[in-house]
């Protein structure tokens, strides 16, 4: 937990960007019946039936000192999957930056040796390399600011049916433009002496003397 927290007090730099990453699910959902549109004096209305059409996966990537967002709709969360958003990143969103500082969870895929199943093992050592990774402890998601940009999506996007991966990915987009445009970052105030006096109970207690 403090050394989520210590780096959360860094200032921004961009040659090493602080990025938090989450993942969640998507069950995608369709209707069996047109929905009828809202009209003056009645809402919109939708059938109780609908149709399972598998589920998606949902990486979220979020950079709360520069408040930029990128969310990528994948069919699987496989350590691969893991491996080429970490490519993606590292070649394509942050290819100036010396180290890219990750915080993210402990899933068994968030770790360097998905890096070495999936590319050659060059490539995941030159990877790993530009990664300093800092896992929040396991039950302190709260403390991965991902988790807060996940959140915040819920409700425009993934709170309804959404029938396919295009879809998703479609509407995700439009999210995310509009966040990034906005540039909504997040002041992080929680720092190691509030938690030292907040969650006092997870420290050790010593008797002295």
């Known amino acids: 937990m403090e050394d989520v927290l210590e780096v959360y007090t860094r200032p921004d730099d961009p040659r090493r960007p602080q990025v938090c990453l989450d993942e969640t699910s998507?069950?995608?959902v369709a209707d069996t019946r047109e929905p009828l549109p809202a009209t003056p004096g009645q809402p919109a209305r939708v059938d109780d039936e609908y149709a399972r059409k598998g589920t998606a996966h949902l990486f979220m990537v979020f950079e709360p000192l520069a408040g930029q967002r990128h969310a990528k709709v994948t069919e699987r969360r496989t350590a691969v999957d893991f491996a080429q958003l970490m490519q993606e990143l590292v070649d394509e969103h942050y290819p100036k930056a010396e180290k890219m500082?990750?915080?993210l969870d402990n899933l068994?895929?968030?770790k360097p040796a998905s890096l070495y199943e999936a590319f050659a093992p060059a490539e995941a050592r030159r990877l790993r390399e530009r990664l300093a990774?800092?896992?929040t402890p396991k039950p302190g998601s709260w403390l991965n600011m991902?988790?807060?940009a996940r959140s915040v999506l819920a409700t425009p996007c993934?709170?309804?049916r959404i029938p396919d991966p295009?879809?998703?990915?479609?509407e995700v987009a439009a999210w995310e433009r509009r966040r990034n445009a906005a540039k909504c970052r997040v002041d992080w105030r929680f720092t190691t002496h509030d938690a030292s006096i907040k969650l006092k109970h997870l420290y050790p207690s010593i008797q002295l003397g």
């Open 26 to 28: 998507k069950p995608l």
């Open 101 to 103: 500082v990750l915080v």
């Open 108 to 110: 068994n895929p968030h």
């Open 133 to 135: 990774i800092h896992d």
């Open 146 to 148: 991902a988790e807060t």
């Open 158 to 160: 993934l709170a309804r």
């Open 166 to 170: 295009t879809t998703l990915t479609q």
